[in-house]
């Protein structure tokens, strides 16, 4: 498994183990399974010669992380993917819910030049069409505080910064209730034990919206916004 040639295979686990790491712990083996939908005996086989490659460091019942090369590898792979996204989305006119499938499709096939030129037409973008952070040729990425809207307190004022792009059906049902990267909501309800979200879109004023947990789990938002208090009523005449 030598290094800059990479099969499409190890490719998606290192995307993968990166997109889990994210969530801020180690990866485990049935998690790993779940993302790339294979068996749990044929993820541990990969992970066994990521490891042996040097990709990744793995421990028995603690799970697997990125090494410095498995993380560069796999920022290279999740760059390429997001500028295919855009510009599929800003020069062929592709609806953001359709571009995840081609980029996928793309970006184990296209060199390292070609993506560079589209970024260059692009002029050099730093988010894709859902909002996700494009890394830089270097390997860098922008950093954020975002956190899920599932964990966003109530009574904050919150943006939607991002949202997870590898369902197209639940795109389409995002878009359609006004729940884009950019818009500002206010938590007004969180129901307990990974219970529905309640909130009020800026955009929309007295309209209400219930999120289901699944969903709003995916949806990354900048919390810490407190809505501008009420004006205070009129003294009665």
């Not at 712990?25 to 490891?51: C, F, H, I, N, Y």
């Not at 603690?62 to 500028?83: F, K, N, Q, S, V």
């Not at 006119?93 to 359709?98: K, L, P």
């Not at 699944?214 to 900048?222: H, S, T």
Request: charged share 25%; with cysteine.
């Amino acid at each position: 498994m030598p290094k800059r040639s990479l099969s499409r295979s190890v490719e998606d686990y290192l995307k993968a183990i990166y997109s889990l790491e994210e969530q801020g712990d180690a990866v485990s083996t049935s998690g790993l399974a779940e993302v790339l939908d294979l068996q749990p005996g044929s993820v541990s086989g990969m992970v066994k010669r990521l490891a042996e490659a040097g990709y990744v460091e793995h421990e028995r019942y603690r799970g697997a992380r990125l090494t410095g090369d498995g993380r560069r590898e796999a920022l290279r792979i999740i760059r390429r993917h997001r500028i295919l996204e855009t510009y599929l989305s800003e020069r062929l006119g592709f609806s953001w819910d359709d571009v995840h499938e081609e980029a996928e499709r793309l970006e184990h096939a296209a060199s390292d030049r070609l993506i560079e030129r589209m970024a260059a037409a692009l002029q050099y973008p730093s988010h894709d069409p859902h909002g996700a952070p494009i890394p830089t040729p270097g390997g860098t990425v922008e950093p954020n505080s975002w956190t899920s809207l599932s964990q966003a307190d109530v009574g904050t004022r919150v943006r939607i910064c991002a949202v997870q792009d590898d369902d197209s059906e639940r795109l389409r049902y995002m878009e359609a209730r006004g729940l884009l990267p950019g818009v500002h909501l206010i938590v007004e309800k969180q129901a307990p034990f990974n219970g529905p979200v309640t909130v009020r879109l800026d955009t929309f004023p007295g309209t209400t919206q219930t999120i289901g947990y699944e969903l709003a789990r995916r949806i990354l938002v900048d919390a810490g916004e407190t809505p501008p208090a009420s004006p205070p009523e009129s003294p009665p005449a």
